[in-house]
């Protein structure tokens, strides 16, 4: 069982920013994929950006040149430093990881993210 800690959301204004982490902490074999995603309330959760285990980066175009994904692969541990921050950009952000042979998945509690003057 792999445990998820996710953190770093808040009230920002329009143009800010904010860093969420997320820890990841039990059985981890490996960890294929970390990712970002999030969740409007009455919308389907959208993929913000992912990191492979290689480093490979990806985004929702909506983000690109705003949001940075990274990961620290000895602590387990996937950042999303998000600037320029837009009133669009609130909603609840989870974390989202991918692990072992299986590519089992598993999902932070979220983290709640409002941009608003």
């Known amino acids: 069982q792999v445990q998820l800690v996710d953190s770093g959301g808040g009230l920002v204004q329009p143009g800010g920013s904010l860093r969420l982490s997320c820890a990841a902490s039990g059985s981890i074999d490996y960890i294929n994929r970390m990712a970002w995603y999030r969740q409007i309330p009455g919308k389907q959760r959208e993929l913000v950006a992912y990191i492979t285990s290689a480093g490979f980066t990806n985004y929702v175009d909506s983000v690109k040149g705003r949001f940075t994904i990274s990961r620290d692969s000895a602590k387990n541990t996937v950042y999303l430093q998000m600037n320029s921050l837009k009133t669009e950009d609130t909603a609840v952000y989870y974390c989202?990881?991918?692990?072992?042979?299986?590519?089992?998945?598993?999902w932070g509690q979220g983290t709640q993210v409002t941009v608003s003057s």
């Open positions: 989202y990881v991918r692990v072992g042979p299986l590519a089992t998945h598993y």
